[in-house]
């Protein structure tokens, strides 16, 4: 009996490990899938923000990765925001990002989180923009990322009434946003 539980953890750890691997054979392979990581690689993104009257926001995003093993990474980012052509912001944040399988075609989960340090105006604040999407590998290191997300940011807007009082006043917005990425 003892001998068959430790038969059973057995498989079942070479089973789990074997979802990690990049073989597209489904074989397992222990050491590829522990041992071999993807080296340090970047994702380009472009995006439009929409609400109700129409489009109210350009993103170009550009994000350092860091993979964890061949499905999940972090990261970090910057990139230019363009709101309603009256103001821009510029944004640093970390990224994390998840792919289900290690197929050709896979699901992804991706999280920005992070806070807008310059902008044309006095407005700064957080960021946070969860995305989901589809994402096609073309060869090895590269694919095609196609995706929506909530691009939520809450600006702190810091500003002098005419009596000189220091107002703070936080302003939550969002919107719905259609991505198109290339990662390499």
Not at 166 to 184: I, M, P
Request: aromatic share 16%; charged share 15%; hydrophobic share 40%.
């Amino acid at each position: 009996m003892k001998k068959l539980i430790q038969t059973l953890i057995l498989l079942f750890l070479l089973s789990s490990t074997s979802v990690y691997s990049e073989n597209s054979n489904n074989e397992i392979n222990v050491s590829d899938s522990l041992s071999n990581k993807k080296e340090n690689t970047g994702a380009f993104e472009v995006g439009i923000g929409i609400e109700e009257r129409g489009i109210g926001k350009f993103k170009a995003n550009f994000i350092y990765c860091f993979p964890i093993n061949s499905n999940i990474s972090w990261g970090i980012g910057t990139g230019l925001h363009i709101y309603n052509p009256n103001y821009f912001l510029i944004p640093l944040y970390a990224n994390f990002r998840a792919n289900l399988y290690a197929d050709k075609t896979t699901p992804y989960f991706s999280v920005n989180t992070g806070y807008y340090l310059l902008s044309n105006q006095s407005y700064h604040g957080f960021l946070f923009n969860p995305a989901v999407g589809v994402s096609f590998k073309k060869s090895k290191g590269k694919s095609i990322d196609v995706g929506i997300g909530y691009d939520m940011w809450i600006i702190d807007r810091i500003y002098f009434t005419p009596f000189r009082d220091l107002v703070h006043g936080l302003t939550e917005n969002g919107l719905f946003s259609v991505n198109l990425g290339l990662s390499f």
